[in-house]
């Protein structure tokens, strides 16, 4: 899948015509519908209903739209801060984020850190926790930023990979609310009535940190699991298009809860607190990743 194709879709569907969307774009009108179609191939959904005069989206056109443009205005400022400006003599710092995080937190944080330090330059690698986990051992990467749970630790020698606590994050139960503002779908569910589940993917962390928010409530959920991702993202998406009920990380959702077209889906017994951590390597000898550390630490003690 190319940008372009997401960008020409989102043209497309903001124009209402393949002959305007074309001229924003400065293609010929068969160059964008190539894309589109590509972009269709690609997902495996049809996008556009073509038996409809003038442009109108499909059920999956309408779901796919929301995601896209969130997934180019995040891969728009993962690129802005990545590029930055290079410092000549400057260390490049490797981070490793898992995928949530780095959609979400780490831009926030990088700009932050940025205006603590000045011009940091820095790769960033979108990761599982496991992979991040072995490439800090490796010495492959310089800094980890992970979720953590108390109940699901990374097992990491605290001796030789200190961290720090950057921030605290809620995992929440979400609905898409009805024309009252009250959620879709509510937990418990009942059952006669079983609530439409959206998941992530089994073997991945936030799927391993609902299993266990289920299972310190101790009540029994009706649910009919309907959908799985590995993507918090694309969950998101599907909760806003009212698919069913799915918990996300506050941080991923702050926006749409603001705007109302999230809410709540049960009460706060239902919600799991994650750490956001920041690991290194103990006998790192980067003098940038020391700074960092040592200005995380300095902000840290002004907190106590």
Not at 106 to 116: C, E, I, M, N, Y
């Amino acid at each position: 899948m190319q940008i372009k194709w997401i960008e020409d879709f989102l043209s497309l569907s903001e124009a209402g015509a393949f002959s305007r969307a074309a001229g924003s774009r400065n293609v010929s009108q068969p160059t964008l519908s190539r894309h589109i179609q590509s972009l269709e191939d690609w997902l495996g959904a049809e996008l556009i209903d073509r038996r409809s005069q003038g442009v109108t989206l499909t059920p999956a056109g309408r779901l796919f739209r929301n995601f896209a443009a969130d997934m180019l205005r995040r891969t728009y400022e993962m690129r802005t801060i990545l590029r930055g400006q290079t410092m000549v003599g400057m260390d490049t710092v490797r981070f490793s984020v898992t995928h949530t995080l780095a959609s979400t937190f780490f831009p926030r944080w990088l700009k932050q850190l940025k205006t603590a330090l000045g011009p940091v330059t820095v790769r960033v690698g979108a990761v599982n926790i496991q992979d991040g986990a072995a490439a800090l051992i490796e010495g492959v990467t310089d800094l980890l930023l992970i979720y953590h749970h108390p109940q699901l630790p990374v097992l990491l020698d605290p001796t030789r990979y200190p961290h720090l606590v950057l921030a605290n994050d809620r995992m929440l139960p979400l609905s898409a609310p009805d024309e009252k503002g009250r959620p879709l779908y509510k937990l418990p569910g009942k059952p006669e009535a079983a609530v439409p589940f959206l998941a992530y993917s089994p073997g991945t962390y936030l799927a391993h940190v609902v299993e266990m928010i289920l299972l310190s409530v101790g009540q029994r959920c009706y649910f009919e699991r309907s959908f799985d991702t590995h993507m918090a993202l694309a969950l998101k998406a599907m909760v806003i298009d009212g698919h069913g009920l799915g918990w996300l990380p506050e941080s991923c959702a702050e926006r749409e809860i603001s705007e109302g077209k999230l809410v709540p889906a049960g009460i706060s017994q239902w919600n799991g607190i994650l750490e956001v951590r920041l690991y290194r390597a103990a006998e790192s000898n980067s003098v940038t990743v020391d700074k960092i550390w040592a200005s995380l630490l300095s902000s840290e003690s002004k907190h106590l």
